[in-house]
């Protein structure tokens, strides 16, 4: 039900236009080709400026995990700004988009589904650490990712032991049901439900 998929495991590849890194977290089908994904979790390391890959039919949501941060302008004039730890933003993949880097290399999660075959939702979970920190979530959908993008947090499902996430770790469960999580520790989680359509 649940997989450990640990950062210091992921593997680094060209983007698509070959203008930086991204490493793939998950991916449905499994190890399916860029043009043939349902969707696609990544990390992508940003280290200059340009024009962003372009994927015609698919829902991007992008989140600033390093780095002081992007301007994201659309062709049409409209400018994503990302400027502060886990700003997010939301576009369609076929729009023609340039990056403007504000100080420097950045990273950054990307979350990529198929518009009509799927859909996702990231949220931002944070704990604070503190006495009062845990927090509890029921998750259900087809897959569930929990991806840790700030400090360490331990993740309990029903009455499992707790798993640990450190940075860029995630947790991936499939077909959770009114299943209960709770989180402890200091960070902040990306969580994301996918269902099928």
Same mark, same amino acid.
């Given at each position: 039900?649940?997989?450990?998929?640990?950062? +210091?495991?992921?593997?680094?590849?060209?983007?698509?236009?070959?203008?930086?890194?991204?490493?793939?977290? +998950? +991916?449905?089908?499994?190890?399916?080709?860029?043009?043939?994904?349902?969707?696609?979790?990544?990390?992508?390391?940003?280290?200059?400026?340009?024009?962003?890959?372009?994927?015609?039919?698919?829902?991007?949501?992008?989140?600033?995990?390093?780095?002081?941060?992007?301007?994201?302008?659309?062709?049409?004039? +409209?400018?994503?700004?990302?400027?502060?730890?886990?700003?997010?933003?939301?576009?369609?993949?076929?729009?023609?988009?340039?990056?403007?880097?504000?100080?420097?290399?950045?990273?950054?999660?990307?979350?990529?589904?198929?518009?009509?075959?799927?859909?996702?939702?990231?949220?931002?979970?944070?704990?604070?650490?503190?006495?009062?920190?845990?927090?509890?979530?029921?998750?259900?959908?087809?897959?569930?990712?929990?991806?840790?993008?700030?400090?360490?947090?331990?993740?309990?499902?029903?009455?499992?032991?707790?798993?640990?996430?450190?940075?860029?770790?995630?947790?991936?469960?499939?077909?959770?049901?009114?299943?209960?999580?709770?989180?402890?520790?200091?960070?902040?989680?990306?969580?994301?439900?996918?269902?099928?359509?």
């Amino acid at each position: 039900m649940a997989t450990l998929l640990r950062g +210091a495991d992921l593997v680094a590849a060209p983007w698509k236009n070959g203008g930086g890194l991204t490493r793939e977290i +998950a +991916a449905f089908p499994h190890a399916a080709g860029l043009d043939a994904f349902v969707w696609r979790v990544s990390i992508a390391d940003v280290a200059q400026a340009g024009a962003f890959s372009r994927f015609a039919g698919i829902d991007r949501t992008l989140v600033l995990l390093a780095g002081a941060g992007m301007l994201l302008d659309e062709e049409q004039g +409209a400018t994503h700004a990302l400027t502060q730890p886990l700003d997010i933003a939301r576009f369609a993949g076929e729009t023609a988009i340039d990056a403007r880097l504000v100080d420097g290399a950045t990273r950054d999660f990307n979350l990529m589904v198929r518009r009509g075959a799927a859909t996702g939702e990231l949220e931002l979970w944070r704990s604070k650490g503190d006495a009062e920190g845990v927090s509890s979530r029921v998750l259900s959908a087809d897959v569930v990712l929990l991806f840790c993008a700030a400090g360490s947090l331990d993740v309990t499902l029903g009455d499992t032991a707790p798993v640990t996430l450190g940075m860029d770790d995630t947790l991936r469960i499939d077909a959770p049901e009114a299943l209960t999580c709770k989180l402890s520790g200091k960070g902040a989680l990306l969580a994301i439900r996918l269902q099928y359509l």
